[in-house]
């Protein structure tokens, strides 16, 4: 994990044209893509839009123990979706936009690998559609286990629980979670619900996932909570109901 500092920008003002990938070597003289912004080579790196977040894993033990985590501690992880659910009853107005910009960066991407897929994917010859089935995308969409059909959008994003020492060891970082303005709050939660930004950055490009899958790893630092749950409008009536009539004894 990258530990350097690190300049975030709204979301927003990310230059996609300014994103760019260079192939290089890593230490096992396998090649390694790097990903970087703008003139200086600086990471990208941004603050999300707002979003309700459904399976928040930042404090504790991250996702150590969990169906789906790891059994050694030292290899847990903070996670953290963004979802596309409706804000206070009405649909996102940032989502849309944000999957957008993040699905742009990832067809530079697909486009280098396309170009490059002999030295990344040891093959040849491979359409850009083909090389796109290979691609794991950020932002994904989610289904209705019965019915099937499409009911949102997420962006997972993961950041280890433990990161090196530079000698060999490892040490515990926590997340730090903020208020609206940006306050930190001590022994702060963040809970399923709850409407929240984050600094998020691109980790690493990873390749060769499961055969030849790539992709992108996108982690985070801090956690802002924009409004708790408990904080969120709540319904007062239900419209469709008093307009129905009913020969009953009416309940007053």
Not at 99 to 121: C, G, P, R, T, W
Request: proline share 6%; with cysteine; aromatic share 10%.
């Amino acid at each position: 994990m990258i530990s350097s500092p690190k300049t975030f920008i709204p979301w927003q003002q990310v230059n996609v044209d300014e994103v760019k990938f260079t192939l290089g070597v890593d230490r096992s003289n396998k090649p390694s893509i790097c990903i970087m912004y703008g003139p200086a080579c600086c990471e990208v790196a941004f603050v999300t839009p707002p979003c309700v977040t459904h399976w928040p894993r930042v404090t504790g033990d991250g996702n150590f123990g969990t169906m789906f985590g790891p059994t050694d501690i030292l290899k847990s992880k903070f996670t953290l979706d963004l979802t596309d659910a409706p804000i206070n009853g009405d649909a996102n107005p940032y989502f849309t936009d944000f999957a957008q910009m993040m699905d742009k960066i990832e067809d530079k991407l697909l486009d280098f690998v396309h170009n490059n897929q002999l030295k990344i994917l040891g093959r040849k010859n491979l359409t850009r559609e083909e090389v796109k089935m290979l691609q794991i995308k950020c932002v994904k969409p989610k289904y209705d286990k019965l019915s099937s059909q499409l009911v949102g959008h997420s962006c997972t994003m993961t950041t280890p629980k433990f990161t090196s020492d530079g000698m060999g060891g490892k040490f515990e970082r926590p997340i730090t979670i903020c208020d609206h303005a940006g306050n930190v709050v001590p022994n702060g939660i963040v809970s399923p619900g709850d409407v929240i930004a984050a600094t998020a950055f691109a980790n690493q490009v990873y390749t060769g996932v499961g055969g030849d899958k790539f992709g992108i790893h996108w982690s985070f630092e801090d956690v802002s909570v924009v409004c708790q749950r408990s904080n969120l409008d709540l319904k007062t009536q239900v419209a469709v109901f008093a307009s129905q009539q009913y020969d009953l004894p009416k309940i007053t």
